[in-house]
C-alpha cells in the first residue's frame, strides 16, 4: 500500500510539474541576474517584448491574503476591478482566490492558477513571496508577481516580479492632516499635562512588525506631522500580525492610556479606530488616522483621514503589459504622480484649512519639490545623516547606498521600502 501511495505521488508530481514547463531557471536568491531597472514601471522598463494577444484568451490569476472584509485586500479587490473595467477585459478573464494563508497554500494556489491557463499571476501580501519565488522557478512561461515584496531584483528569474506603491508619500499628507488637527488643539487648550512629554505632544502608532514597510510609513507619518507641529514625541506600539483587531484595538488603547492625542496605523483592521472613536465618546480627546479603507463608518468623529494606495494602477499596468506583450518591470512603484498613492476623504473634525493645506502638499509631492525622507529635516542621534544603508540582498544588514543628494531615495532602487532608519522623536515600546 505504502508503495502505492508513493507511486500516485510521484505520479501527481510530475503532472504538476509538466504544466508548468520547464523548470531549470537560475535559483532563487542566486543573485546572478542583471542590474534590476530603477523602479518605475514606465515604457522604457519593459524588454523583449512579445505579440500582443487576444482578450478572449487572456486568463490572470490574483491570490490575496484576505477578502472583502480585510481593507488591504479590499483595496486589491477594487484595483482589480479598475483595472478590469481600463483594459476592457471581464470578470471572467481574471480568477481571484481569497484569504490564502502565507504559507505553502500560496503555492498551491499559484500551481492551480497556472493549470487553469493563467500565464499573469500576482499575489498581494509579503509573506507570498517566497511562495510565489518558487513557482516563478518552477513555471518559466508565466509571470509571477508579489507585491510589496523585495526579491526580484536579486532572484535572477525574469518572469518574477515585485511591486508597490509610494504609499510614504500618503503617510506623510496623513501626518501633515495630524499636524494640523494638533496645531488646533493646542491653540485651543485642549490638551492637558498628560498629553505632553517634555514639552512636546505625544502621539501614537498602531504597526503591524518591526519591517522596513513599517518603519518607512510610521516615519513619513511623523515627518508630516512635524512639518505643521514639529514640537511632538511619537511611540509605536507593534502587534505582530497584519491584521487583529483585538491586538490593534488594544495597542490604540495603551498609547492613550499613556495620553499619545493621534493614533496613526499601519495595520490592516478598523480595530485602531473604532477604540479611539470608543475613547472619544467616554471624554478622551483623541483622533485617528486609518490605512487602506475609510474609517469614517467606524470613527465618525474621531477619524481624519486614512493613508490608501490605488491599486489600480499598478493592475492596469499589469494586465495592458500582459494584453499588449510588453514585459512587466522587475520592480514597480508609483505615487501621487501617476494617481497610486493618496488619502481618504477628510472627517468632519479637521482642522479648518486641512484641506488647503493637503492640496499644497499634494501638489508639491507631484512636482517634485517636496521630498519626504529630505535628510535635513530629520536626525538620527542628534545629526543629520549623510548615509543610510539599504538591505537590497535581505540579509538584514544594509549594503546599498540610499542617501544621494541629501535625500534617501525610497523606491528607486526596489519598489519595496528600505527606509529602516530610527530618526529622533520615534520611540518604538515593543520591537522585537
Same mark, same amino acid.
Given at each position: 500500500?505504502?508503495? +502505492?501511495?508513493?507511486?500516485?505521488?510521484?505520479?501527481?508530481?510530475?503532472? =504538476?510539474?509538466?504544466?508548468?514547463?520547464?523548470?531549470?531557471?537560475? $535559483?532563487?536568491?542566486?543573485?546572478?541576474?542583471?542590474?534590476? *531597472?530603477?523602479?518605475?514601471?514606465? =515604457?522604457?522598463?519593459?524588454?523583449?517584448?512579445?505579440?500582443?494577444?487576444?482578450?478572449?484568451?487572456?486568463?490572470?490569476?490574483?491570490?490575496?491574503?484576505?477578502?472583502?472584509?480585510?481593507?488591504?485586500?479590499?483595496?486589491?479587490?477594487?484595483?482589480?476591478?479598475?483595472?478590469?473595467?481600463?483594459?476592457?477585459?471581464?470578470?471572467?478573464?481574471?480568477?481571484?482566490?481569497?484569504?490564502? *494563508?502565507?504559507?505553502?497554500?500560496? #503555492?498551491? =494556489?499559484?500551481? &492551480?492558477?497556472?493549470?487553469?491557463?493563467?500565464?499573469?499571476?500576482?499575489?498581494?501580501?509579503?509573506?507570498?513571496?517566497?511562495?510565489?519565488?518558487? %513557482?516563478?522557478?518552477?513555471?518559466?512561461?508565466?509571470?509571477?508577481?508579489?507585491?510589496?515584496?523585495?526579491?526580484?531584483?536579486?532572484?535572477?528569474?525574469?518572469?518574477?516580479?515585485?511591486?508597490?506603491?509610494?504609499?510614504?508619500?500618503?503617510? #506623510?499628507?496623513?501626518?501633515?492632516?495630524?499636524?494640523?488637527?494638533?496645531?488646533?488643539?493646542?491653540?485651543?487648550?485642549?490638551?492637558?499635562?498628560?498629553? /505632553?512629554?517634555?514639552?512636546?505632544?505625544?502621539?501614537?502608532?498602531?504597526?503591524?512588525?518591526? /519591517? %522596513?514597510?513599517?518603519?518607512?510609513?510610521?516615519?513619513?507619518?511623523?515627518?508630516?506631522?512635524?512639518?505643521? /507641529? *514639529?514640537?511632538?514625541?511619537?511611540?509605536?506600539?507593534?502587534?505582530?500580525?497584519?491584521?487583529?483587531?483585538? $491586538?490593534?484595538?488594544?495597542?490604540?488603547?495603551?498609547?492613550?492610556?499613556?495620553?499619545?492625542?493621534?493614533?496613526?496605523?499601519?495595520?490592516?483592521?478598523?480595530?485602531?479606530?473604532?477604540?479611539?472613536?470608543?475613547?472619544?465618546?467616554?471624554?478622551?480627546?483623541?483622533?485617528?488616522? !486609518? #490605512?487602506?479603507? &475609510?474609517?469614517?463608518?467606524? %470613527?465618525?468623529?474621531?477619524?481624519?483621514?486614512?493613508?490608501?494606495? &490605488?491599486?489600480?494602477? /499598478?493592475?492596469?499596468?499589469?494586465?495592458?503589459?500582459?494584453?499588449?506583450?510588453?514585459?512587466?518591470?522587475?520592480?514597480?512603484?508609483?505615487?501621487?504622480?501617476?494617481?497610486?498613492?493618496?488619502?481618504?476623504? +477628510?472627517?468632519?473634525?479637521?482642522?479648518?484649512?486641512?484641506?488647503?493645506?493637503?492640496?499644497?502638499?499634494?501638489? $508639491?509631492?507631484?512636482?517634485?519639490?517636496?521630498?519626504?525622507?529630505?535628510?535635513?529635516?530629520?536626525?538620527?542621534?542628534?545629526?543629520? *545623516?549623510?548615509?543610510?544603508?539599504?538591505?537590497?540582498?535581505?540579509?538584514?544588514?544594509?549594503?546599498?547606498? !540610499?542617501?544621494?543628494?541629501?535625500?534617501?531615495?525610497?523606491?528607486?532602487?526596489?519598489?519595496?521600502?528600505?527606509?529602516? $532608519?530610527?530618526? &529622533? !522623536?520615534?520611540?518604538?515600546?515593543?520591537?522585537?
Amino acid at each position: 500500500m505504502k508503495k +502505492l501511495l508513493a507511486f500516485a505521488l510521484a505520479l501527481v508530481m510530475c503532472l =504538476a510539474l509538466a504544466a508548468c514547463g520547464d523548470s531549470s531557471a537560475p $535559483a532563487a536568491n542566486s543573485g546572478s541576474g542583471s542590474a534590476a *531597472p530603477a523602479a518605475s514601471g514606465s =515604457a522604457a522598463d519593459a524588454k523583449g517584448d512579445k505579440t500582443a494577444v487576444n482578450k478572449d484568451d487572456v486568463k490572470i490569476g490574483c491570490i490575496l491574503v484576505g477578502d472583502e472584509n480585510e481593507g488591504y485586500s479590499y483595496a486589491h479587490i477594487k484595483g482589480i476591478d479598475e483595472a478590469i473595467e481600463a483594459t476592457g477585459l471581464s470578470k471572467d478573464n481574471v480568477i481571484i482566490k481569497y484569504s490564502v *494563508p502565507e504559507n505553502s497554500a500560496c #503555492y498551491d =494556489a499559484a500551481i &492551480d492558477l497556472v493549470e487553469q491557463g493563467c500565464s499573469l499571476v500576482i499575489s498581494n501580501s509579503y509573506s507570498h513571496q517566497s511562495y510565489m519565488q518558487q %513557482a516563478a522557478q518552477e513555471c518559466p512561461d508565466v509571470t509571477f508577481v508579489a507585491c510589496t515584496g523585495d526579491t526580484a531584483n536579486q532572484a535572477g528569474l525574469s518572469n518574477f516580479k515585485n511591486a508597490f506603491t509610494a504609499i510614504y508619500q500618503a503617510r #506623510y499628507v496623513s501626518g501633515v492632516v495630524a499636524g494640523m488637527k494638533i496645531a488646533e488643539l493646542v491653540n485651543d487648550g485642549k490638551l492637558t499635562d498628560a498629553n /505632553y512629554q517634555d514639552g512636546k505632544v505625544k502621539i501614537g502608532y498602531v504597526g503591524a512588525y518591526p /519591517y %522596513a514597510e513599517v518603519v518607512s510609513g510610521y516615519t513619513a507619518f511623523f515627518l508630516g506631522v512635524q512639518s505643521v /507641529y *514639529p514640537d511632538v514625541t511619537m511611540e509605536v506600539q507593534y502587534t505582530n500580525s497584519w491584521f487583529d483587531i483585538t $491586538a490593534e484595538s488594544t495597542a490604540a488603547e495603551s498609547l492613550m492610556a499613556d495620553g499619545c492625542v493621534i493614533i496613526g496605523q499601519h495595520a490592516d483592521s478598523t480595530g485602531a479606530p473604532a477604540a479611539v472613536q470608543a475613547a472619544q465618546d467616554a471624554g478622551k480627546t483623541a483622533f485617528s488616522v !486609518g #490605512y487602506n479603507i &475609510d474609517m469614517l463608518s467606524v %470613527a465618525p468623529t474621531a477619524a481624519l483621514t486614512s493613508a490608501t494606495n &490605488d491599486w489600480g494602477a /499598478y493592475y492596469t499596468y499589469a494586465f495592458n503589459c500582459l494584453l499588449n506583450g510588453e514585459e512587466i518591470a522587475t520592480d514597480w512603484c508609483k505615487g501621487y504622480e501617476d494617481g497610486a498613492v493618496g488619502i481618504t476623504e +477628510l472627517g468632519e473634525s479637521c482642522a479648518e484649512g486641512t484641506a488647503d493645506k493637503v492640496a499644497e502638499v499634494e501638489a $508639491a509631492l507631484k512636482d517634485g519639490s517636496l521630498q519626504v525622507f529630505d535628510c535635513s529635516k530629520f536626525t538620527i542621534n542628534g545629526e543629520h *545623516p549623510t548615509s543610510i544603508l539599504i538591505d537590497m540582498d535581505n540579509d538584514f544588514e544594509g549594503d546599498t547606498e !540610499g542617501v544621494k543628494d541629501g535625500v534617501f531615495q525610497e523606491s528607486t532602487l526596489r519598489s519595496a521600502p528600505g527606509f529602516t $532608519a530610527r530618526i &529622533d !522623536g520615534i520611540t518604538e515600546l515593543n520591537a522585537n
